[in-house]
């Protein structure tokens, strides 16, 4: 209604419009709920095309919401002429599906490191660039799969933190579907150990089974618990909390930062917590850091402007009282394989004099 008529391309453009439209409109839903489609030949090909579809039609309505509002002031100002209006009707798809073809390729790419310094108050020596490795949000699932973690596997592995974070999201399905994409985790080594803490997501795609098959994989998995390290005479917290909104899908896995901080008996204590907003719990039971997710860093814009009604933070360092608190912009993305103005990243948190 807001781009064909300013076509002008008579009938023949309009019906196939209205075809890629409707086709776009059924294509999202399918593309969603491919996973469960029963003829696995043709559904990940559905996923991949409904996931597509849902970037294109997203940049779509923005795009042609943001024309509207210029047509609207070159209106006002008496600027607005017929060839800006078809100029503009020309420009917006093609401005949309270069927004979607660039945000493919930025989610599809390898997640680059990014290092980040945490300065500790009293940081004894012993702790001085104690490193943790934190990757959050992979979604493994309709178009994530083995070789995309192997890859992500592989950057962290040579990075060689001290300790590494997955600070939940890791999956977008059931264990029986995705297990053997997963499998590359195993390989993950440091030498204070690999933690993971669960995110929203766990617990859409079955949340106690997936704690079992991260265990059997290798990886410490902290839910409301915590453990200690030593370096010389100096010990550093590494604790986690369950998402902050398990408790509607498992009563026992609410989310508890003072039961991970125990008695707080340590130099420095580092918090695994998948949502921002667990940070003023965390703050009062007395951690230093803490890591977080979940955000995307908003994923593509203009999404990102969203992230605040909900969470604190979108991305970055950021203090909470006396803790910082990191969110990570995520290594992978959910549904639509695109970034646009939020990078994938895999973080390297170290600890420096405050």
Do not use: C
């Not at 008496?78 to 078809?86: A, K």
């Amino acid at each position: 209604m807001r781009l064909l008529p300013d076509l002008d391309g008579g009938l023949l453009l309009n019906m196939a419009g209205v075809l890629v439209l409707v086709v776009l409109t059924v294509l999202v839903p399918v593309g969603l709920m491919s996973a469960s489609l029963r003829r696995r030949r043709w559904s990940e090909l559905v996923s991949w095309l409904g996931l597509m579809s849902m970037g294109l039609f997203s940049s779509l309505l923005v795009t042609t919401l943001a024309r509207d509002l210029v047509l609207l002031a070159l209106r006002v100002t008496g600027l607005l002429s017929p060839e800006i209006v078809f100029g503009s009707a020309v420009a917006v798809p093609l401005l949309a599906a270069a927004v979607t073809l660039l945000g493919f390729v930025n989610a599809r790419r390898l997640a680059r490191v990014k290092r980040v310094e945490v300065p500790i108050a009293n940081l004894p020596p012993a702790l001085h660039g104690y490193a943790i490795a934190q990757v959050s949000d992979i979604h493994v699932g309709p178009t994530i799969k083995r070789p995309y973690l192997n890859a992500i596997v592989n950057r962290v592995n040579k990075l060689g933190a001290d300790a590494i974070a997955i600070t939940g999201d890791l999956v977008d399905g059931s264990v029986h579907r995705l297990s053997l994409h997963t499998q590359p985790l195993a390989r993950l080594a440091a030498p204070d150990g690999v933690f993971f803490v669960t995110g929203n997501h766990e617990y859409y795609s079955g949340a106690e089974e997936w704690i079992a098959e991260v265990r059997r994989l290798g990886i410490t998995v902290l839910l409301n618990q915590h453990v200690l390290r030593r370096r010389d005479d100096a010990t550093v917290m590494i604790a986690g909390v369950a998402d902050y909104s398990a408790h509607h899908f498992h009563p026992a896995h609410k989310s508890d930062a003072r039961a991970a901080a125990g008695a707080r008996d340590a130099d420095v204590r580092i918090l695994l917590a998948h949502q921002p907003r667990s940070a003023p719990e965390a703050a009062e039971a007395g951690f230093h850091l803490q890591l977080s997710g979940h955000t995307h860093g908003g994923q593509f814009f203009p999404w990102n402007l969203f992230v605040p009604l909900q969470q604190p933070f979108v991305a970055g360092l950021h203090r909470v009282r006396d803790m910082w608190v990191y969110i990570s912009r995520g290594t992978g993305y959910w549904g639509p394989p695109k970034r646009f103005g939020a990078p994938s990243e895999i973080t390297l948190v170290r600890l420096v004099p405050g």
